[in-house]
């Protein structure tokens, strides 16, 4: 810059080679401009989900910017990562995303996930920042840079299952909100947290951590997806309104009729009877009682009636 900004021989060029050497010198100290990063995520539109946040929707998609929140309907999404993979939403869950404003701003940023119920499954590259994953009970930590092809599922009552299988999978560090202390998830381990505590660790749980598969037709398979709340139990029975209430009414009030078979051949009625004279009630008067006599007076009678035969 001094081998070109020299005094040169006419005053005139010399006044125009130093406002460009100082206007060069300016845009020299200025710094760089940060890379455009593009959108976090692309979300197809389906009729049964639902997306919201900052966004654009173009050509059925939306383009999350930088936050956004996607809500699964009775199937899964797929949720495109730009330049990292997919995240699937599995069904009846609902899943908050937004990029990491911790870090530089010339670096890609992570990935903050918020998940209140349901399952995702995360299928995508992980970079230099880490990205994290906030329950109600815990903080995941997804470290990078690396393949990453983490689930993770919330039951009632709190009980959280992380799965990190394979290998050569990514560190993942879950630590409590509550209880404080953290439990690493080896690669190729599934953890059941029951009860949202860090304290009652199953460390060989069963039952897959990611969407729950369908029941086959056919079978007596549990319904695992109900159990863990992400399909509904039964529909909803719809209530009856009234002009359907009075119509069952009617049809109870309704007085049953029994008809006897009629005979083959009508029988003529029987002749009436000869009406009866009317009865007539006689009182009857009982017949007086007899005058029982008692011992002494039996023996005065027998006296008189001997001294009265002496006086006749």
């Known amino acids: 810059m001094k081998h070109y900004c020299r005094r040169p021989a006419g005053p005139l060029l010399f006044a125009l080679l130093q406002a460009a050497c100082i206007r060069g010198a300016s845009l020299a100290q200025q710094p760089a401009a940060p890379p455009q990063l593009g959108p976090i995520a692309i979300v197809p539109i389906d009729a049964s989900g639902s997306v919201s946040g900052a966004l654009q929707v173009s050509d059925g998609k939306a383009v999350i910017a930088t936050t956004g929140t996607v809500t699964s309907g009775p199937s899964p999404t797929d949720v495109i990562l730009p330049r990292r993979g997919t995240l699937r939403v599995c069904a009846s869950t609902t899943v908050k995303l937004a990029a990491d404003s911790s870090v530089p701003s010339d670096e890609t940023p992570g990935l903050m996930m918020a998940l209140d119920h349901g399952a995702i499954e995360a299928s995508y590259a992980a970079g230099r920042n880490s990205d994290v994953l906030l329950t109600p009970d815990f903080r995941i930590l ?171």
């Open 142 to 312: 997804i470290g990078g840079p690396g393949a990453v092809d983490v689930k993770v599922r919330l039951g009632p009552h709190g009980d959280t299952c992380v799965d990190n299988p394979g290998v050569n999978a990514p560190y993942v560090l879950v630590s409590s909100v509550f209880e404080g202390g953290a439990y690493r998830v080896q690669p190729g381990q599934r953890v059941m947290f029951q009860h949202g505590s860090l304290q009652e660790v199953v460390d060989q749980e069963k039952e897959p951590c990611g969407c729950p598969p369908a029941p086959r037709p056919g079978t007596n398979d549990f319904p695992l997806a109900q159990s863990a709340g992400l399909s509904p139990l039964a529909p909803a029975v719809k209530p009856s309104t009234p002009a359907e209430n009075s119509a069952a009414r009617a049809a109870i009030d309704v007085p049953l009729v029994y008809e006897a078979p009629k005979p083959a051949e009508s029988a003529p009625p029987p002749a009436a009877a000869p009406p009866q004279p009317a009865t007539q009630v006689a009182k009857l008067t009982p017949p007086p009682a007899k005058k029982h006599h008692g011992f002494f007076q039996k023996v005065g009678i027998f006296f008189r009636r001997i001294f009265g035969a002496d006086q006749s």
